[in-house]
Structures are given as C-alpha cells and as structure tokens.
C-alpha cells in the first residue's frame, strides 16, 4: 500500500529556497513514477514536476522550470523538491503523487495519479 507523507513546507521570502520531501511510508512505490503538483486558493491543481521510476526522464511545469528540481533520495524511498529563488506566485499546497505507470505526456496531468499525500503548505511572501 502506498502512503506518501510531505514534509519540508513553511514561510519564507522571495529569492530563498526550500526543499520539499515525499517519503512513502508503504515502502511499495520504488519502481513508481512520482510527480509534484501544487494548489493555491481558488485554483485549480497545477503541474510542478515528474520523476521516471528510474530517474531516467524529468518534466517540469513552465513556470518552475529553471528554479525547481525533482529528484529521487536513495534514503526511505523518497522523491525530493528542490526548489530555489521562490517566488510569492509559489505560494500554494504541494502534494506528492505517484502511479505505476501512464501513457505518454500523461506525468502531467492529475488524474493519472492514483495515489496521493496529504499536502504541504509553501508560503512566499514579498
């Protein structure tokens, strides 16, 4: 059973960097494809990032591309997020997801994960 855990989330200012992490907590999701999206209020789930079960392929979302890094930890099964010269339109709920596989330009999109955490709150003030 996969159950992934964020952490890492906070306050900071633009130009500063954090990094998030998803742990799986089921130790099930080793050969998963993993991806990041983010939430701010009033808006729909937005694309951040995506990981290939073996790190063989990365995808980013425009607007974070340059400024953000997905990447898979060899400690706990766990995908992290690097994300660096964060800006306040960062501002949002992060949450990990994975699935064990999806067709082409489907890391993406939302709906090709069928599982997911509970969240993290990224907050960036001016």
């Known amino acids: 059973q996969v159950q992934l855990v964020e952490s890492g989330g906070g306050l900071v200012q633009a130009g500063e960097s954090l990094r998030l992490s998803c742990v799986d907590r089921g130790r099930t999701s080793e050969s998963f494809q993993m991806a990041w999206f983010r939430q701010a209020p009033g808006k729909e789930r937005e694309f951040v990032a995506a990981?290939?079960?073996?790190?063989?392929?990365?995808y980013y979302g425009d607007s974070v591309t340059g400024r953000f890094t997905i990447s898979r930890e060899s400690a706990e099964n766990s995908v992290a997020l690097y994300m660096n010269n964060l800006k306040p339109e960062d501002t949002a709920v992060y949450y990990c997801?994975?699935?064990?596989?999806?067709?082409?330009?489907?890391?993406?999109?939302?709906?090709?994960?069928?599982?997911w955490g509970q969240g993290a709150q990224v907050t960036v003030s001016s």
């Open positions: 997801a994975a699935a064990q596989a999806y067709a082409a330009g489907g890391a993406y999109v939302s709906s090709t994960y069928p599982y």
């Open positions: 990981i290939t079960w073996n790190s063989s392929s990365r």
